[in-house]
């Protein structure tokens, strides 16, 4: 102990000295910082604290109106009203931050995009529009090039979706050639709805160029040659599918029957789908071959046909097409007995009978090629919900 050097027996004094004027120095520059904030400030945060948000908010403006240098309190108040579907507030404080002649070009650039958001969420397309196409450069370009081509989806602008999807595709945002190839049969649908029938194949064309995996300009060729009065052709595109995407022939069955029939070759029809069935169950499929089964075979072997399916995987959609068939052959009062039970399982096949999209989980009845509910294209895969759930247990 009394070799220790003065110096040791006083450093500990030394450090706690310094720890304490430290200390003293920031409490003192937080200090001086709070006094220079605005007395709403803390007000709307003691709002925000004891959960009382619209009170906050009220706090908040008074602060932005005493205070306009504030530009991070109105991108945070503009976005807080937009969440909340106050879009007239939030568009008022984006075009307050815009009209500012001294806001730096980042911010200037930042307001317009929450700006064109707003618009976006109260449906003011055009305004949206608008804005969005003045951030072609800077940080904000690639999200503004996104919400575009939502609008001309929105607006079915398929063009101009075809030429944004293409810029932003090249500048490096990833692959947009399965929703080019959608937006061609868009155009390819609307030219057969005004019995443009060449257009509409150009269109398909450009859709396959796009994409040449796409189901469904396949589907809409084989469509424009039936309208063309060609069915040999028809018959040729859909049976393209199966090389495409095997599950889709579930969306070719019928046609392909039809084609057939209308050339006078009913059974070869009946052959070809009755094989993808096989190849590839699906409930859609065996309702089309029952029932071409039952007017090429008579019921008694679309009975049969119904039977074998729902032993080899038994569903309730298949009970129900069995059921279906077996009423065929009843007597009236069997048949009696068998309406009941039909009726019984209908609210649940109904249910459990939809395409659900695979991004959002939205259940329709009919398919889509672009869910109703997230607006992603391709998300419906062509299988019902009680097949998908059964393939997933098994
Ligand atoms: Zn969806």
Redesign the pocket.
């Known amino acids: 102990m009394d070799s220790a050097p003065w110096w040791l027996l006083i450093a500990p004094f030394l450090l706690f000295g310094l720890g304490w004027i430290a200390a003293r120095i920031d409490i003192g520059h937080l200090l001086t910082e709070s006094r220079a904030l605005p007395s709403s400030y803390f007000k709307g945060l003691n709002f925000l604290l004891n959960e009382q948000p619209d009170r906050a908010i009220d706090a908040f403006i008074e602060v932005v109106k005493l205070d306009p240098e504030t530009t991070e309190l109105h991108f945070a108040l503009g976005n807080l009203f937009r969440r909340r579907g106050e879009t007239e507030r939030a568009i008022r404080m984006h075009q307050n931050l815009l009209s500012r002649p001294d806001l730096p070009a980042e911010q200037r650039g930042h307001a317009m995009f929450e700006l064109g958001q707003d618009y976006l969420k109260a449906g003011l397309l055009d305004r949206a529009e608008e804005a969005f196409r003045q951030l072609s450069d800077g940080g904000h370009a690639t999200d503004a090039k996104r919400h575009l081509l939502d609008i001309f989806q929105l607006e079915k602008e398929w063009r101009k979706a075809i030429e944004a999807a293409r810029e932003l595709q090249e500048s490096g945002a990833g692959s947009n050639q399965v929703r080019i190839a959608q937006y061609h049969c868009e155009l390819a649908q609307t030219a057969m709805n005004e019995s443009r029938l060449d257009d509409a194949h150009a269109e398909l064309e450009a859709a396959l160029a796009a994409n040449r995996r796409s189901v469904r300009a396949l589907l809409l060729l084989g469509d424009v040659a039936v309208q063309q009065g060609e069915d040999e052709e028809a018959i040729a595109a859909w049976k393209r599918v199966e090389q495409q995407s095997a599950p889709h022939v579930a969306l070719v069955g019928e046609r392909l029957i039809d084609a057939y029939r209308r050339l006078g070759r009913f059974p070869e029809g009946l052959k070809l789908v009755k094989s993808y069935l096989d190849a590839y169950p699906s409930i859609d499929l065996l309702e089309v071959v029952l029932r071409a089964t039952a007017e090429a075979d008579g019921p008694l072997a679309a009975n049969t046909l119904a039977r074998e399916a729902l032993h080899r995987s038994p569903s309730l959609l298949a009970l129900g097409q069995y059921l279906d068939t077996r009423s065929q052959l009843a007597t009236p009062n069997e048949r009696d007995d068998l309406e009941v039970v039909k009726n019984l399982i209908h609210n649940h096949t109904r249910r459990i009978g939809r395409y659900i999209?695979t991004?959002?989980?939205?259940k329709a009845r009919q398919f889509h090629w672009q869910?109703?509910?997230?607006?992603?294209w391709e998300?419906y895969p062509p299988r019902r919900s009680e097949e998908l759930e059964n393939q997933t247990q098994s």
């Open positions: 999209c991004n959002c989980g939205f869910c109703p509910g997230c607006t992603h998300s």
